[in-house]
Every structure is written in C-alpha cells, then in structure tokens.
C-alpha cells in the first residue's frame, strides 16, 4: 500500500497570499497518477486537479498542481476567502487507492 | 441536476450489518465506474470499495475485505454496500464517489454529501 503524508498539518495565511502543500508518498506514483481534493466543514470532497497537473472542469487557474514520483504540490496562487479548507491528495497508481491525512489552510 | 444521494445509515450493534444506499441522478449512471469513501469523525478519507460500470469488477480496501460487499443496479441507478460483522473501527461518513471512467474508478469528480454510520453497543 502506497502511504501518502502530507505536510504541513496546518497552514496558516491570509487572504491574497500564496499556498503551497506538500504531499510525498512512500513509493513512486506511477504515471503521476495523483489527485488533489478540497473540503469545506459540512460539505462533501471536490476534485481540484488530477494527473498531479490537470485541473477538473470549473476550478480556479489560482489552483495548479505539480510532482511526479515520490513528490508532489498543490499551489494557490492567490488565497481567496473561499479556499480556506481541508485538502487532500489521493493516488490512483495502484489499485488500492490512497488518501493523505490531509492539509488544513486557515486564516491567519 | 448532477447528484449523489446516500442513504441507509444509522447506529448498529458490533457484529451487525447494515446496507447502504446511494441514489445517482442527473448523468448516465452505467457510464461509470463508482465507490465509497468513508470519513472517520474529525479524521481523513479512506476509500472502502470500488465497482466498474457493469459489476462486473470490484475491489475493496484490506480493512473491510469479506465483510463489506459492494453492488450496484444500473436499471435503479443505485449503487449499494453491504457491511456485515461492523466492528467499532467501521464508525464513519460513508460517502458515494463517482469514478472518472467506466472501469474501476481512479480518482473522484462527484461525491455525495455521505450517510452516517456508527458502530457501538
């Protein structure tokens, strides 16, 4: 089983600020298969990017993703109120699939 | 419009089962691959389980493997679980995710809001 850990545990900033987590699996992820999510309290997982690069269908260009291998990075550019939230990489490059412990992004 | 709605939860005895539901709506149902994700209280995902668009493939995580049974009824456009001898550890949001393509799912563009489960005597 592929073991993702995410770093930082918690982020801290403020709005109009940049954001950069980190997500690093235990093995390779083969052909970069890497997905980044967002949750909100209350609400359900969105899918941000996948292919640890290709933004989903209506996400924000504020958000990008980049790795490969062992390491990977989800990017805001510019942190809007929304965006603070809980975030989460998955890998889909073996077939048990596996989630980070996640990220949370709070305002400072 | 595009949903997922899970249903079924509730609170069970350890050694019980329980069957969960989820309702598809607003897309082709049997164009994809779908599978539950569930969410300890105040902790991260975990996927469960997986099926491809017919049922005729599945998969499931090592922790519920022989206890939990995924299906699903594409005339229905529902998607099941079937958890059997729930233990404490099983106590969790149980959400349905629609995978990316027909096969077994990969990554998720469709969650629903989830059902709860929990598991105490």
């Known amino acids: 089983e592929i073991v993702l850990t995410q770093s930082p545990g918690t982020l801290s900033l403020s709005p109009g600020e940049r954001a950069t987590l980190s997500c690093r699996a235990s093995q390779s992820v083969s052909s970069s298969y890497l997905a980044w999510y967002q949750q909100k309290p209350g609400q359900a997982p969105r899918l941000l990017i996948y292919?640890?690069?290709s933004r989903a269908t209506g996400i924000p260009d504020r958000f990008s993703g980049s790795g490969s291998g062992t390491d990977f990075t989800l990017t805001i550019s510019r942190l809007e109120p929304e965006d603070f939230a809980v975030y989460y990489c998955q890998q889909y490059g073996s077939s048990k699939l596996t989630f980070g412990g996640g990220t949370k992004v709070e305002i400072k | 419009e595009v949903q997922l709605v899970e249903s079924g939860g509730g609170v069970v005895r350890p050694g019980g089962s329980l069957r969960l539901s989820c309702a598809a709506s607003g897309f082709t149902f049997d164009d994809y691959g779908m599978s539950w994700v569930r969410q300890a209280p105040g902790k991260g995902l975990e996927w469960v389980s997986g099926i491809n668009w017919n049922g005729g493939s599945t998969g499931y995580a090592d922790s519920v493997k022989g206890r939990f049974t995924i299906s699903r009824d594409n005339a229905k456009n529902s998607l099941y679980l079937q958890m059997n001898s729930l233990r404490a550890e099983d106590t969790a949001l149980y959400h349905c995710a629609r995978g990316d393509y027909g096969d077994l799912p990969r990554y998720f563009d469709l969650w629903g809001r989830g059902t709860l489960v929990t598991v105490s005597s």
């Open positions: 292919g640890a690069s």
